[in-house]
Nanobody
Framework: QVQLVESGGGLVQPGGSLRLSCAAS????????MGWYRQAPGKQRELVAS???????TYGDSVKGRFTISRDSAKNTVYLQMNSLKPEDTAVYYC???????????WGQGTQVTVSA
């Protein structure tokens, strides 16, 4: 069982920046995708950004041009740099790791991001 440890959430003013980190506790079987989803109160969980082991990235439409996902494969860690934050980015952000061929799907505990003046 892989543990995903998230960090970096918090309170920030509109227009500000935050960086989230998610570290996997063990080596990851390739191929895989690792990324971030978010869920705001009363809304469905949605994809924020995802990165493949081979480097391909995918972004949700609402964050394109503002958020950047990256990874450090040696540390089994992904990062989400969030710039130009808006109040509508307020949500619990969850890290996810899933296998592309092997059927594994792990979730972090979630970290709160609040964008408010």
């Amino acid at each position: 069982q892989v543990q995903l440890v998230e960090s970096g959430g918090g309170l920030v003013q509109p227009g500000g920046s935050l960086r989230l980190s998610c570290a996997a506790s063990d080596n990851i079987f390739r191929p895989y995708a690792m990324g971030w989803y978010r869920q705001a109160p009363g809304k469905q969980r949605e994809l924020v950004a995802s990165i493949r082991d081979i480097g391909n990235t995918t972004y949700g439409d609402s964050v394109k041009g503002r958020f950047t996902i990256s990874r450090d494969s040696a540390k089994n860690t992904v990062y989400l740099q969030m710039n130009s934050l808006k109040p509508e980015d307020t949500a619990v952000y969850y890290c996810n790791l899933r296998g592309i061929i092997l059927p594994f799907d792990f979730w972090g505990q979630g970290t709160q991001v609040t964008v408010s003046a």
